[in-house]
Protein backbone atom coordinates (compact mmCIF):
# COMPACT_ATOMS: atom_id res chain seq x y z
CA UNK A 1 0.00 0.00 0.00
CA UNK A 2 1.37 3.47 -0.77
CA UNK A 3 1.01 6.07 1.60
CA UNK A 4 0.34 9.93 0.35
CA UNK A 5 2.48 12.20 2.51
CA UNK A 6 -0.02 15.33 2.77
CA UNK A 7 1.90 18.74 3.31
CA UNK A 8 1.39 20.44 6.74
CA UNK A 9 0.37 23.76 6.92
CA UNK A 10 0.92 26.48 9.80
CA UNK A 11 -1.77 28.73 8.61
CA UNK A 12 -4.67 29.07 6.49
CA UNK A 13 -4.34 31.07 3.63
CA UNK A 14 -1.14 32.61 4.83
CA UNK A 15 -1.99 34.42 7.28
CA UNK A 16 -4.94 33.01 9.54
CA UNK A 17 -4.75 30.41 11.92
CA UNK A 18 -5.45 27.14 11.68
CA UNK A 19 -8.68 27.11 14.08
CA UNK A 20 -9.96 30.76 12.90
CA UNK A 21 -9.52 29.16 9.34
CA UNK A 22 -11.08 26.02 9.75
CA UNK A 23 -14.14 28.04 11.25
CA UNK A 24 -14.54 30.52 8.30
CA UNK A 25 -14.12 27.61 5.66
CA UNK A 26 -17.47 25.83 8.02
CA UNK A 27 -19.44 28.52 7.79
CA UNK A 28 -18.71 29.39 4.15
CA UNK A 29 -19.12 25.61 3.13
CA UNK A 30 -22.75 26.03 5.38
CA UNK A 31 -23.71 28.86 3.40
CA UNK A 32 -22.42 27.57 -0.07
CA UNK A 33 -24.32 24.17 0.72
CA UNK A 34 -27.72 25.97 1.32
CA UNK A 35 -27.24 28.57 -1.75
CA UNK A 36 -26.53 25.32 -3.55
CA UNK A 37 -29.24 23.25 -2.36
CA UNK A 38 -31.46 26.66 -2.87
CA UNK A 39 -30.29 26.83 -6.87
CA UNK A 40 -30.53 23.43 -7.44
CA UNK A 41 -33.99 23.43 -6.11
CA UNK A 42 -34.72 26.44 -8.48
CA UNK A 43 -33.01 25.10 -11.70
CA UNK A 44 -35.19 22.11 -11.04
CA UNK A 45 -38.79 23.34 -10.57
CA UNK A 46 -37.90 25.36 -13.52
CA UNK A 47 -37.22 22.03 -15.42
CA UNK A 48 -40.22 20.63 -13.81
CA UNK A 49 -42.54 23.86 -14.92
CA UNK A 50 -41.12 23.72 -18.51
CA UNK A 51 -41.54 19.61 -18.96
CA UNK A 52 -45.28 20.13 -17.45
CA UNK A 53 -45.71 22.86 -20.05
CA UNK A 54 -44.63 21.25 -23.21
CA UNK A 55 -46.06 17.79 -22.36
CA UNK A 56 -48.97 18.21 -24.76
CA UNK A 57 -47.06 20.21 -27.39
CA UNK A 58 -43.22 19.08 -27.88
CA UNK A 59 -40.58 21.85 -28.76
CA UNK A 60 -40.43 22.16 -32.46
CA UNK A 61 -37.57 19.78 -34.01
CA UNK A 62 -38.05 17.37 -31.01
CA UNK A 63 -39.99 14.45 -30.39
CA UNK A 64 -41.94 13.74 -26.80
CA UNK A 65 -39.27 10.82 -26.56
CA UNK A 66 -36.18 12.71 -26.76
CA UNK A 67 -38.10 15.84 -24.41
CA UNK A 68 -38.62 12.59 -21.78
CA UNK A 69 -34.76 11.38 -22.36
CA UNK A 70 -33.73 14.90 -21.67
CA UNK A 71 -35.99 15.75 -18.73
CA UNK A 72 -35.01 12.04 -17.30
CA UNK A 73 -31.19 13.31 -17.54
CA UNK A 74 -31.63 16.80 -15.97
CA UNK A 75 -33.70 14.63 -13.11
CA UNK A 76 -31.14 12.51 -11.98
CA UNK A 77 -28.35 15.12 -12.28
CA UNK A 78 -30.43 17.36 -10.27
CA UNK A 79 -31.41 14.70 -7.56
CA UNK A 80 -27.17 13.75 -7.59
CA UNK A 81 -26.57 17.29 -7.22
CA UNK A 82 -29.15 18.01 -4.54
CA UNK A 83 -27.83 14.93 -2.48
CA UNK A 84 -24.51 16.30 -2.63
CA UNK A 85 -24.93 19.37 -1.77
CA UNK A 86 -27.19 18.06 1.70
CA UNK A 87 -24.36 15.83 2.52
CA UNK A 88 -22.00 18.39 2.41
CA UNK A 89 -24.26 20.27 4.46
CA UNK A 90 -24.30 17.92 7.40
CA UNK A 91 -20.55 17.24 7.12
CA UNK A 92 -19.83 21.22 7.76
CA UNK A 93 -22.21 21.04 10.72
CA UNK A 94 -19.74 18.51 12.11
CA UNK A 95 -17.26 20.83 11.49
CA UNK A 96 -18.40 23.61 13.33
CA UNK A 97 -19.33 21.29 16.37
CA UNK A 98 -15.37 19.70 16.58
CA UNK A 99 -14.05 23.18 16.29
CA UNK A 100 -16.28 25.39 18.89
CA UNK A 101 -16.24 21.88 21.37
CA UNK A 102 -12.17 21.14 20.52
CA UNK A 103 -12.98 17.38 19.62
CA UNK A 104 -10.95 16.56 16.96
CA UNK A 105 -12.68 13.18 16.25
CA UNK A 106 -15.27 15.47 14.91
CA UNK A 107 -12.85 17.09 12.99
CA UNK A 108 -11.58 14.35 11.89
CA UNK A 109 -15.38 13.07 10.43
CA UNK A 110 -15.63 15.81 8.70
CA UNK A 111 -12.06 15.21 6.84
CA UNK A 112 -12.44 11.28 6.47
CA UNK A 113 -16.17 12.59 4.51
CA UNK A 114 -14.51 15.51 2.94
CA UNK A 115 -12.29 12.73 1.47
CA UNK A 116 -15.27 10.99 0.76
CA UNK A 117 -17.10 14.58 -0.50
CA UNK A 118 -14.32 15.11 -2.99
CA UNK A 119 -14.64 11.88 -5.09
CA UNK A 120 -18.63 12.63 -5.15
CA UNK A 121 -17.61 16.20 -6.48
CA UNK A 122 -15.03 14.55 -8.82
CA UNK A 123 -18.01 12.32 -9.99
CA UNK A 124 -19.68 15.19 -10.48
CA UNK A 125 -17.73 17.11 -12.48
CA UNK A 126 -18.61 13.34 -14.41
CA UNK A 127 -21.98 14.33 -14.33
CA UNK A 128 -22.21 17.74 -15.33
CA UNK A 129 -19.97 16.89 -18.45
CA UNK A 130 -22.37 14.37 -19.55
CA UNK A 131 -25.74 16.01 -18.83
CA UNK A 132 -24.48 20.13 -18.35
CA UNK A 133 -22.70 22.62 -19.57
CA UNK A 134 -18.79 23.04 -19.71
CA UNK A 135 -19.35 26.08 -17.32
CA UNK A 136 -21.11 23.66 -14.69
CA UNK A 137 -17.58 21.66 -15.70
CA UNK A 138 -14.90 24.51 -14.57
CA UNK A 139 -17.17 25.35 -11.53
CA UNK A 140 -17.24 22.06 -10.06
CA UNK A 141 -13.71 21.33 -11.34
CA UNK A 142 -12.73 24.62 -9.05
CA UNK A 143 -15.26 23.43 -6.09
CA UNK A 144 -12.85 20.38 -6.19
CA UNK A 145 -9.70 22.07 -5.98
CA UNK A 146 -11.45 24.27 -2.84
CA UNK A 147 -12.36 21.14 -1.33
CA UNK A 148 -9.08 19.74 -1.34
CA UNK A 149 -7.55 23.20 0.31
CA UNK A 150 -10.31 23.34 2.72
CA UNK A 151 -9.14 19.35 3.85
CA UNK A 152 -5.59 20.63 4.18
CA UNK A 153 -6.47 23.64 6.10
CA UNK A 154 -8.93 21.35 8.41
CA UNK A 155 -6.66 18.08 8.81
CA UNK A 156 -3.64 20.45 10.02
CA UNK A 157 -6.50 22.18 12.66
CA UNK A 158 -7.54 18.97 14.00
CA UNK A 159 -3.72 17.82 14.13
CA UNK A 160 -2.96 20.72 15.94
CA UNK A 161 -5.63 20.25 18.42
CA UNK A 162 -4.33 16.49 18.91
CA UNK A 163 -1.00 17.41 19.93
CA UNK A 164 -2.63 20.41 22.05
CA UNK A 165 -4.06 17.40 24.19
CA UNK A 166 -1.60 14.82 23.51
CA UNK A 167 -0.04 14.72 26.90
CA UNK A 168 3.72 15.88 26.58
CA UNK A 169 6.44 12.97 26.44
CA UNK A 170 9.72 13.79 28.46
CA UNK A 171 12.99 12.17 27.36
CA UNK A 172 14.88 11.19 29.58
CA UNK A 173 17.92 13.70 28.73
CA UNK A 174 15.09 16.52 29.43
CA UNK A 175 14.67 15.38 33.21
CA UNK A 176 18.57 15.30 33.90
CA UNK A 177 19.07 18.96 35.38
CA UNK A 178 22.54 19.29 36.32
CA UNK A 179 22.24 21.95 39.38
CA UNK A 180 19.66 19.27 40.99
CA UNK A 181 21.89 16.21 40.16
CA UNK A 182 23.28 14.99 43.51
CA UNK A 183 26.74 15.61 44.17
CA UNK A 184 28.92 12.50 42.92
CA UNK A 185 32.60 12.40 45.53
Keep these: MVALRM????KCCCCLPLRIGSLLIGYGSIIFSLL????????????????????N???PGHTPEDMGRVAQSLYISHA?????????????LFLIVGIHMKKPILMKTYFNSGLFLLILALATVVVSTVFLHFGATITLL???????YCLLVVRNAYLEI????????????????????PLLL
Excluded: G
Aim: with cysteine.
Design 80 to 92: YLLLVYLYYLIIS
Design 142 to 148: VWCVTIF
Design 36 to 55: SISATSLSLYRVIVFVQNHE
Design 7 to 10: PRLK
Design 57 to 59: EPV
Design 162 to 181: EEQNKPRDFEMQNLYIPHRA
